[in-house]
């Protein structure tokens, strides 16, 4: 079993930074894949961006590309979100998930791969 909690939500004007972390505790060992995803209220869940444990290659969504960065302290078993340039749309709760199969990146993405998620994070955005 994987436990997984985040922090770091948080509200913020429109152009301004957060960084969300997630701690993961249990049997990490088995972890292939970390990601991170959000919801906003009344839409569908979304991935952001996912890591390979083992080779810490990354994939980004295009709601994420070029203005969000995940990173992984191995060590310390944290997974991090790194947001800039925020804007209202990206006003959500955010989730960070884990899973333990080998897969592919599409079932990664759409969180289907994923066997562990996060309670989430409140993200608020304002212009």
């Known amino acids: 079993q994987v436990r997984l909690v985040e922090s770091g939500g948080g509200s913020v004007q429109a152009g301004g930074s957060l960084r969300l972390s997630c701690v993961a505790s249990?049997?990490?060992?088995?972890?292939?894949?970390m990601g991170w995803f959000r919801q906003a209220s009344g839409k569908e869940r979304e991935g952001l961006a996912a890591i390979i444990v083992g080779t810490g290659e990354t994939r980004y969504t295009d709601s994420a590309k070029g203005r969000f960065a995940v990173s992984l302290n191995n060590a310390e078993n944290t997974f991090d979100l790194q947001m800039d340039s925020l804007d209202p749309a990206d006003t959500a709760k955010y989730y960070c998930?884990?899973?333990?199969?080998?897969?592919?990146?599409?079932?990664?993405?759409?969180?289907?791969?994923?066997?562990?998620w996060g309670q989430g994070t409140q993200v608020a955005v304002s212009s």
């Open positions: 998930a884990a899973g333990t199969i080998i897969t592919t990146w599409t079932h990664v993405m759409s969180g289907r791969g994923l066997d562990y």
């Open positions: 249990g049997y990490t060992s088995q972890l292939q894949y």
